[in-house]
């Protein structure tokens, strides 16, 4: 007769990350967009969409959490649109 035991459940490192395919998309997403920020803010000389750009490029490698990546990346999408330097 075969035996059937429980699945074995693995606690992760509490400085562990997991990288979903949704973060990965996001990060795409936004990163493709910060380029443009970039792009635009370098060739006009507008400090706000450079600076967005790099941030928009930047942070999904530092959050985790697929919600406030897009909350952190629409809010620095609309940033260089509500403030004009």
Same mark, same amino acid.
């Given at each position: 007769m075969i035996e059937l035991r429980p699945a074995i &459940?693995?606690?992760r490192p509490p400085?562990?990350?997991? *990288?979903s395919s949704a973060l990965l998309l996001w990060? *795409?997403? /936004? +990163? %493709?967009i910060g380029l443009g920020f /970039?792009?635009?803010g370098r060739k006009q000389r507008r400090v706000v969409p450079l /600076? %967005? +750009?790099l941030a928009l490029? &930047?942070?999904p490698y530092f959050v985790s959490n697929s919600v406030l990546v897009v909350a952190i990346g629409v809010a620095l999408i609309a940033i260089?649109? /509500?403030w004009r330097l």
């Amino acid at each position: 007769m075969i035996e059937l035991r429980p699945a074995i &459940i693995r606690r992760r490192p509490p400085g562990e990350t997991v *990288l979903s395919s949704a973060l990965l998309l996001w990060g *795409l997403v /936004f +990163g %493709c967009i910060g380029l443009g920020f /970039f792009v635009y803010g370098r060739k006009q000389r507008r400090v706000v969409p450079l /600076f %967005c +750009g790099l941030a928009l490029m &930047i942070f999904p490698y530092f959050v985790s959490n697929s919600v406030l990546v897009v909350a952190i990346g629409v809010a620095l999408i609309a940033i260089p649109y /509500f403030w004009r330097l």
